[in-house]
Structure formats: structure tokens, C-alpha cells
């Protein structure tokens, strides 16, 4: 409890949070893209779930 009071502390776990986050959003990121390659170079005949769609989709949107 004596370590949470002290400033430098916080600033410092600040750090980290924003270290984690940008990791994981980092991570997302290539997962979807990795995961719109796998689906790009499927045949079209293959039929895809709703959520790939949608996840397909969402991608185009974003670029």
C-alpha cells in the first residue's frame, strides 16, 4: 500500500498501461490483417461464416 502512495509509482504504471495497450491494439491489428489475407486468397466458391464477412467488411471500411 506504501508503494501506490508514492507518486513516481502511478507515473510509471502509467507507462505500462499505455505500453499494454499500444501492444494489444498493435496485436489486433495484425491478426485482422493477417486474417483478411487468409480470406483474400480463399477461392470464392468457398463459402464463409457471418463473422468473417463481417470482419471483411469492417476491414474494407477501415481502408
Not at 23 to 40: E, P, Q
Request: no cysteine; aromatic share 12%.
Amino acid at each position: 500500500d506504501e508503494m501506490l502512495k508514492k507518486h513516481p509509482y502511478k507515473q510509471t504504471n502509467l507507462k505500462k498501461l499505455i505500453l499494454w495497450l499500444v501492444i494489444i491494439i498493435g496485436a489486433v491489428l495484425l491478426v485482422s490483417f493477417l486474417i483478411s489475407i487468409f480470406y483474400a486468397n480463399l477461392p470464392k466458391s468457398t463459402t464463409l461464416p457471418v463473422s468473417a464477412n463481417t470482419i471483411i467488411n469492417s476491414l474494407n471500411w477501415w481502408n
